[in-house]
């Protein structure tokens, strides 16, 4: 009796609660489109943020009626009154922010980079700063390359309060946008949550230092051969995990400027190659690996998130290349699959 008194309690004020309104910066992006994906698909189709015209990857995710469901903003991070005006006509309450420029356009032009990557982020926050008593939270991607190489670390699970060592541009751009977070948080008191994926796989990723294997299964899938273009550890993040945390994220409503490194399947570029094969066998001999190991440690600890998050969703890599070529397959049948990215 108690039990259903507290629950009609707790409806009652479930109900009082406005639904979050969400501003997905990048949602045309991997990361992005996912996420939208997720949120449409819990009743609650968000504004989408992007520079791109182009929707390739947001069409292969959703369905025509879904895609009509959300709004669309066609906006520039690095242009404060872009999303400014985004977060004032949608009455936006919540911001996932993903728009960046990935590793090699960083390493191609390190000033855009800078623009699109540090200035963007700033700017997310400084429109919130104006804002702050109607935007609740912000989740922005930071990334696992803010680490060192594993050797830097030594033989141990490397926790988020272990000493950043970038080395790239794009890391140290993360690692920037760590630091502005946590100013926002001591000097305007604005909470948000960073999180550090590594290499997120699944349809969508067809660009970025890390999307080798994503490129590897579609190659597979249509009997090309494709070489990934590092060898060594790594990190393999299924993309509708990763959408799942940013969301759950969002929703925590935690204060503070906290920083999660994520977790998937840790393992070597050579082993995934086997499970790829073991999986699809017309990948046999098509796919293989050349190349350094990426210096970014991929060992990470993820129980901060797991003890603020409670279940972290974490599908297992052979369930997540299924899934991937499954859909591939599917888009092929179609004659929707975008396979340019395998030319690159
Ligand atoms: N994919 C990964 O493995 C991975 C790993 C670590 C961190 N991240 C981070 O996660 C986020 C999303 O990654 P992703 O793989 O989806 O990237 P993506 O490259 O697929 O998508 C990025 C999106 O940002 C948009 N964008 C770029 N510049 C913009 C601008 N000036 N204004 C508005 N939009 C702009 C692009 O049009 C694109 O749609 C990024 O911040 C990335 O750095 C990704």
């Not at 992007?50 to 903003?73: I, T």
């Not at 290499?199 to 090309?224: E, F, H, N």
């Not at 998050?309 to 599917?330: H, K, N, Q, S, Y």
């Amino acid at each position: 009796m108690q039990f259903g008194m507290v629950n009609s309690a707790s409806s009652a004020f479930e109900a009082a609660r406005p639904t979050p309104r969400f501003l997905v910066t990048g949602a045309k992006g991997c990361i992005g489109a996912w996420v939208v994906r997720n949120l449409v698909r819990r009743g609650n189709p968000p504004v989408i943020f992007d520079v791109d015209d182009s929707n390739h990857r947001l069409r292969a995710l959703l369905s025509p009626e879904e895609l009509q469901s959300v709004s669309f903003v066609r906006g520039d991070v690095t242009r404060l009154t872009d999303l400014e005006s985004a977060v004032d006509g949608h009455g936006i309450t919540h911001i996932v922010h993903l728009a960046a420029l990935q590793v090699p356009a960083c390493a191609a032009q390190p000033i855009m980079g800078a623009m699109v990557n540090v200035i963007g982020t700033l700017n997310v926050f400084e429109a919130v700063r104006r804002r702050r008593d109607l935007v609740k939270q912000i989740v922005y991607a930071s990334s696992a390359a803010v680490y060192g190489p594993e050797e830097f670390y030594g033989a141990r699970r490397v926790g988020e309060d272990a000493p950043p060592y970038p080395g790239t541009h794009y890391g140290v751009f993360k690692q920037c946008n760590e630091g502005n977070a946590r100013v926002y948080f001591a000097t305007e008191g604005i909470s948000s949550i960073g999180l550090r994926p590594w290499a997120v796989y699944g349809v969508g990723r067809d660009q970025g230092l890390t999307s080798g294997p994503t490129k590897a299964i579609k190659a597979a899938v249509l009997g090309r051969p494709y070489t990934i273009r590092f060898t060594g550890g790594l990190d393999l993040q299924y993309v509708r995990d990763t959408a799942e945390i940013f969301v759950r994220c969002a929703e925590l409503g935690l204060e503070g400027a906290r920083v999660y490194s994520l977790r998937g399947t840790v393992t070597q570029t050579s082993q995934f190659i086997e499970t790829l094969t073991r999986l699809l066998p017309q990948a046999r001999g098509l796919v293989r690996a050349e190349g350094q190991p990426l210096p970014i440690a991929y060992d990470l600890d993820d129980s901060a998130l797991v003890r603020d998050l409670g279940e972290v969703p974490r599908t297992p890599l052979e369930d997540g290349i299924r899934e991937t070529a499954d859909l591939f397959t599917r888009l092929h049948r179609e004659g929707r699959l975008d396979t340019r990215d395998l030319d690159t």
